[in-house]
């Protein structure tokens, strides 16, 4: 295909407003937003959300700003909505091993009724317990039990009464001990100075009998203290016969109230039976007595605290399954913790400081979480792995293990969770991760592919507008004419470089909308114009192309040696674009080549000194094979030869200047001038043919702007792959340039008729004799490679040559 210039209404897509079919986006508004240019990605997600199996998790790839995690979203909230509202969970005391609390299931709504009951239950029982225990018929019958142990108890004590006196002893009680006192003949007490006065044979005498009034004394308290007992289980049982039949039928209002719909039916009506008979066994503890008031009241706090309900997940407020975002996957939030209180220097915690994490809360519907941050800690994302496996999810402390102080643990009970988790991730990442992991795959089935452009027709045009209206009105701002959409619908083009594609990257368009009104709002209009969005698009770029135009200036300065008009021989310009992440620009470097006799080769000279990357190294050796497979007819080639990218510093990587390359070659070879004008951004294969390029349309343009700065001749342009033509999205004020013949494209689709564009001269071909003709441009480099033989052969024997980029 011969050169062809490519006409202004072809370097960049127009899109006219009045085909939009809208005078501005609010007309739209009652259309649903589709997911635009995301089809695949769509009925992926919706098969993989609505797969009901476990083990059928979702991982969506894409790029940051596509909008996987809104529309995974709206999707898994829309299907989320036909379904049944999962159970609540609840934690409970435990009173067999406090340790290890109870989980309890509940339909969604029973857990803050069970609650609610359980704390009215309590209420309940310190009011009505002490009435029952002050009333008439328990007091009666206490006195009755009491009245029967002292009349068993009184003939005993007046026997224990009448040995003591029997050895001069006086018996009495005080504060419940038995306490005796010896007296002398008149019957009054003796001191011990007394008592140590006496005669040695009466203070053996005494010995003696205080020895066998204690025996006494021992036996009739084995005595009493068996009647004691009988008395008190007397006392015991007969609170709680009193208390019985109210905390029954209180417990049974709370079963027959959850009887209809509880899940957990005969776990709760087990846990009912245990608060029941606790009650009982602690009965005592609800009688207010006269002493040791305080401690009784703290024992009783910590009994009453046995039954409170712990609501870990609350789904009363719920009409479908939960679709949660967990954007700080830390332990803690995402699979629950333990709390724990100080108490002297310990760490006492209770069932009732469990708390459930956003795994447990998504339990029946789904989950979205970002690989990145998961990854951010190993042990999230091991405990992920595990639970994955199991399906089981146990709510544990891991850092309590570190804690300075010693502290008390609990091992919950381990509960059975059924989740669909969305894991969104870049494209690197999941293929880091399935590869670094054998069971990712067995995990996460559903592959969710985002792309980042999509085939541009009518129907994702106006799907953008829609994207612009419902953004709009969600943020607030003036909707935009049909002329500001086609503007911002042109800018998604030129996002990915593509005259029939778009951008999937919604976020940028997004950050336009929101500058673009920010713009119409400050001229104070109410209607956001193809003026606000193009306003928009220059103040970014005025925000962002300091780096551009420092380098433009070093031109201006003369500070870089850059040819732009005239011919020369073995050297040409190239197009090199400068990524800065968030923004990017085209610059032209100066490359130069000098050919010599020899025997090395090609040398890169960027690579000898280890400023190129391996796609530019790549793109020198294909080019070296192109350039032996030209003259393969006269090999081995006698040539030392040097390409170098004039004052450039920072490194150069990519493929796009190995045409520029091979030119300066063949032009240093040959001795043929090239145009310096025109600037060669392209790759070469080994045919010879051009292969389009990435940055196509900043790479123009940096060398627009840099033959502007010297003065546009009308002779001055770019030289371009053929297959680029369709990347072309072109500034205006190029395309402008371009209309009025002051600056030109030129496409070509094989790298020989570049050069025969560059040199006014043809390429040449080889004739039935295997030779080039002499008055083409290889006829001339042939006859050069030739004359470089003769002299290597006369300089000496032929040395093996080095290959091309080893070091010398």
């Known amino acids: 295909m011969p050169i062809t210039e490519v006409i202004p209404a072809d370097l960049r897509l127009t899109i006219d407003p009045a085909a939009l079919g809208f005078a501005d986006t609010s007309e739209l508004l009652t259309q649903t937003l589709p997911w635009i240019g995301q089809q695949r990605a769509q009925i992926a997600a919706r098969f993989g959300l609505e797969m009901g199996q476990r083990d059928y998790n979702l991982f969506v790839l894409g790029e940051v700003g596509s909008g996987r995690s809104t529309l995974l979203r709206d999707l898994a909230q829309t299907l989320a909505a036909s379904r049944p509202v999962p159970p609540d969970w609840c934690y409970l005391h435990n009173f067999d091993t406090p340790e290890r609390p109870l989980a309890l299931r509940l339909p969604a709504g029973q857990g803050r009724v069970l609650r609610q009951r359980m704390t009215q239950l309590t209420k309940t029982l310190q009011a009505e317990i002490p009435k029952l225990l002050r009333g008439q018929d328990f007091r009666t019958e206490s006195e009755r039990l009491e009245k029967a142990y002292k009349a068993e108890e009184a003939p005993a004590y007046a026997e224990l009464d009448a040995f003591a006196e029997a050895r001069s002893f006086s018996l009495f009680r005080e504060e419940g001990h038995l306490v005796f006192t010896l007296r002398d003949a008149k019957g009054k007490a003796l001191t011990e100075t007394e008592a140590l006065a006496l005669p040695k044979e009466r203070r053996t005498q005494i010995d003696e009998a205080e020895q066998a009034l204690r025996a006494e004394i021992a036996r009739f308290l084995d005595k009493t203290r068996a009647l004691e007992r009988v008395m008190n289980e007397g006392l015991a049982a007969l609170r709680r016969q009193v208390v019985k039949p109210m905390v029954a039928h209180a417990l049974q209002k709370i079963r027959e109230e959850l009887k209809q719909q509880a899940g957990d039916l005969v776990r709760l009506g087990c846990y009912l039976d245990e608060v029941l008979h606790d009650v009982l066994e602690n009965v005592e503890l609800f009688q207010v007595g006269d002493t040791e008031e305080d401690l009784r009241l703290e024992a009783l706090d910590s009994v009453l605290s046995r039954y409170r309900i712990n609501l870990v997940v609350d789904n009363h407020g719920l009409a479908g ?399 371009i792959p053929h297959r680029n033509r369709r990347h072309l999205m072109l500034d205006r004020k190029v395309v402008q340039a371009v209309s009025q013949g002051r600056f030109h494209i030129y496409t070509a689709a094989r790298a020989s008729d570049g050069l025969e564009l560059l040199t006014g001269r043809s390429f040449g071909a080889l004739d039935a004799a295997g030779v080039y003709p002499p008055d083409s441009l290889l006829g001339q480099a042939q006859k050069t490679l030739q004359d470089y033989r003769r002299a290597c052969q006369l300089s000496g024997p032929h040395k093996p040559g080095r290959k091309p980029g080893q070091p010398r």
């Open 321 to 719: 399954a939960p679709v949660l975002v967990e954007d700080n996957p830390l332990f803690r939030t995402l699979f629950g913790s333990i709390e724990h209180q100080s108490d002297e220097d310990v760490l006492v915690t209770d069932f009732s400081y469990i708390r459930a994490g956003s795994l447990l809360q998504a339990n029946g519907g789904f989950l979205m979480l970002h690989l990145r941050d998961l990854l951010a800690d190993e042990l999230v994302w091991e405990k992920l792995r595990r639970f994955l496996r199991s399906g089981r999810l146990q709510i544990e402390e891991p850092g309590t293990m570190y804690s300075p102080i010693a502290a008390v643990s609990l091992t919950p009970e381990a509960v059975d969770v059924d989740v669909k988790i969305i894991l969104i991730a870049s494209v690197e990442e999941y293929y880091a991760v399935q590869e670094g992991d054998p069971e990712f795959s067995r995990r996460f089935r559903c592959k969710v592919d985002f792309a980042e452009s999509f085939s541009a027709t009518g129907e994702t045009w106006r799907a953008s507008a829609l994207f612009v209206a419902h953004t709009c009105r969600k943020m607030g701002f003036a909707h935009f004419s049909a002329a500001a959409v086609a503007c911002l619908l042109e800018d998604s083009h030129r996002e990915v470089d593509d005259q029939a594609r778009q951008s999937a990257i919604f976020a940028h368009t997004e950050a336009l909308v929101m500058e673009s009104a920010s713009v119409c709002r400050t001229r104070g209009a109410t209607r956001v114009d193809l003026e606000d969005v193009e306003a928009a698009l220059r103040a970014r770029k005025y925000r962002h192309d300091y780096p551009e135009q420092r380098e433009q200036e070093t031109i201006a300065d003369g500070e870089r040696l850059l040819v732009l008009s005239g011919d020369k021989v073995g050297q040409l310009n190239g197009l090199t674009v400068i990524d800065l992440g968030d923004y990017r620009f085209g610059f032209p470097v100066g490359v130069t080549a000098r050919t010599y006799a020899g025997d090395e080769g090609l040398l890169n000279v960027e690579r000898e000194v280890k400023l190129s990357g391996p796609i530019h190294d790549k793109g020198v050796l294909i080019l070296h094979s192109y350039l032996s497979a030209l003259f393969s007819h006269i090999a081995p080639l006698a040539l030392n030869a040097a390409v170098v990218f004039e004052q450039e510093y920072h490194g150069v990587e990519g493929d796009s200047a190995s045409c520029a390359e091979l030119y300066a070659l063949l032009s240093s070879l040959s001795g043929m001038a090239l145009r310096q004008g025109i600037a060669v951004t392209a790759a070469v294969n080994q045919h010879g043919e051009m292969m389009p390029v990435g940055a196509i349309n900043e790479k123009i343009e940096g060398y627009f702007r840099s033959c502007e700065i010297v003065g546009l001749d009308g002779h001055q342009g770019v030289l």
